[in-house]
C-alpha cells in the first residue's frame, strides 16, 4: 500500500508513463506517433513543448524528428545542450538556459522561441550507443525536476526502441536523408562546422569558439601544427558568419618574395612603372569579407612609406597596426588605407610567440 500524497503522485505518474508507452506502441506511422508524443509528453511534463533529435554521425548533425515546428532543423551534433547529451550520453537540466555557456541560441533565433529551463536527456539504442536525444523546454510554473528527468527517459527509452524495431524507423530514416534544395539555405554550406571531423573534447570546444565568434568582426589568430586544418577553420568562420556572401581571400605568406609583399596586399597604382597598370590589392579585394593571411610563421618586414605604414607578419602585429590607420569610411589610396575585412591568419605551432 502506498502512503502519503508524494508516494501516490508518483504512482500515478507511472501508470500515466506507462499508457503512453502503450499507445506509442500502437502507432504504425511518424505523423500519429509525433502528434501523440508532443500532445501526452507536454501534458505529462507541464512543459511548453517536447521535441526528439536524432544523431546523424555521419554528417555529425542533430535533426529535429519530432518538433512542434513541423520542420527539419540541423545542427552541429558538438554544439548547444543538446549537443553535449549527444556527446556525453549524460542527462542536462537547466534552470535558465540563456545562462548556460553550452546553449545554442541559434535554434531560438531560427524559430522565433525564447528558451527559458530545459531538460535534455539521451536516446539510448540496445547496445548503449547514443541515437539522439530528448528534449523538453519552459516547464510551466517552475524547473524541471530529478523525477521529470526520469519520466523523459523512459519516454525516450520506449521511443529508442520503436525507432530502431518498427516500419516507422524506414520513414524517419527517409527523412532524415531528404535534403530538399532550399533558397534561404546557408550560403558555403560546404564549410560548415559539420566538415571538421572529430568528437573529442578539444575538437568540441573548437567548434564551439567558432559559432561564439562567427558572428563578429574579431580578427583571428590559428595556431596549429602544419596539416591540421587551419584554413578548413578560417573557411568555416567566414561561410558561417555575416560575411559569407562576401570575398574570402586566401594569401600564403611564406610563399610571398620581400619585393612583393606590398603590392599583393595593397595593390599597384597606374604609372607608377612604365606599362604598369592598377591592380588591386588583397585587403582591397576582401572588403566586407574575410582575408585568410596563411602560413605567418615567418616574419616579414617592408616599409611602405608611400602608405605610412609598416606591414610585419605574423598576424597579431600586422592587426595592430592595420587597426591603428582604421578610417570611418573606405580609402584604398596611396595614402592610408582602412581595413573593412577580417583578418584571419595561422601559424604552425609556437611559430608566433610574446
Known amino acids: 500500500m502506498v502512503e502519503g500524497g508524494f508516494g501516490k503522485r508518483h504512482v500515478d505518474r507511472l501508470r500515466e508513463v506507462l499508457n503512453i508507452c502503450r499507445r506509442m506502441s500502437r502507432e504504425t506511422d511518424l505523423a500519429s506517433l509525433q502528434a501523440l508524443i508532443i500532445r501526452e ?4 511534463l507541464q512543459a511548453d513543448r517536447v521535441s526528439i533529435f ?25 554544439l548547444g545542450i543538446a549537443g553535449a ?19 545554442y541560441k541559434e535554434v531560438d533565433i531560427e524559430t522565433g522561441y525564447r528558451t527559458r529551463s530545459l531538460l535534455a536527456v539521451p ?57 530538399v534544395a532550399d533558397p534561404e539555405a546557408p550560403y558555403g554550406g560546404e564549410f560548415a562546422t559539420q566538415r571538421i571531423v572529430g568528437m573529442s573534447h578539444r575538437i568540441q570546444s573548437i567548434i564551439r569558439l567558432i559559432d561564439q565568434i562567427r558572428p563578429t568582426s574579431v580578427d583571428v589568430l590559428i595556431h596549429g601544427e602544419s596539416g591540421t586544418g587551419k584554413e578548413l577553420i578560417a573557411k568555416a568562420l ?34 607608377v612603372a612604365s606599362g604598369v597598370e592598377r591592380r588591386i590589392g588583397k585587403f582591397e579585394a576582401a572588403d566586407g569579407g574575410t582575408i585568410a593571411a596563411l602560413k605567418t610563421g615567418d616574419v616579414i618586414v617592408v616599409d611602405i612609406k608611400k602608405r605610412r605604414l609598416d606591414v610585419e607578419l605574423p598576424a597579431a602585429e600586422l592587426k595592430r597596426r592595420l587597426k591603428a590607420v582604421k578610417r570611418p569610411k573606405p580609402r584604398y589610396t596611396s595614402g592610408v588605407m582602412a581595413k573593412y575585412a577580417r583578418l584571419v591568419s595561422s601559424a604552425s605551432e609556437g611559430a608566433v610567440t610574446g
Not at 54 to 78: H, N, P, T, Y
Not at 246 to 263: G, R, W
Request: aromatic share 6%; charged share 25%; hydrophobic share 40%.
Open 238 to 271: 567566414h561561410f558561417n558568419s555575416p560575411r559569407a556572401r562576401q570575398p574570402f581571400i586566401a594569401l600564403n605568406c611564406a610563399a610571398l618574395p620581400d619585393s612583393l609583399v606590398e603590392s599583393e596586399l595593397f595593390g599597384i597604382e597606374k604609372g
Open 85 to 103: 547529451v549527444a556527446m556525453s550520453g549524460e542527462t542536462i537540466n537547466v534552470a535558465d538556459a540563456y545562462e548556460h555557456p553550452l546553449f
Open 54 to 78: 536524432l544523431f546523424d554521425r555521419d554528417r555529425c548533425e542533430l535533426w529535429s524528428a519530432i518538433s512542434q515546428e513541423g520542420k527539419v532543423m540541423r545542427f552541429d551534433a558538438r
Open 123 to 179: 536516446l539510448h539504442s540496445l547496445n548503449g550507443t547514443v541515437i539522439g536525444v530528448g528534449e523538453a523546454t519552459n516547464k510551466l510554473g517552475g524547473d524541471f525536476t530529478d523525477e521529470d528527468g526520469e519520466v523523459l527517459t523512459t519516454l525516450a527509452a520506449h521511443l529508442t526502441d520503436l525507432i530502431e524495431n518498427t516500419p516507422i524507423a524506414a520513414e524517419l530514416k527517409a527523412q532524415g536523408a531528404r535534403r
Open 41 to 44: 509528453a507536454k501534458e505529462l
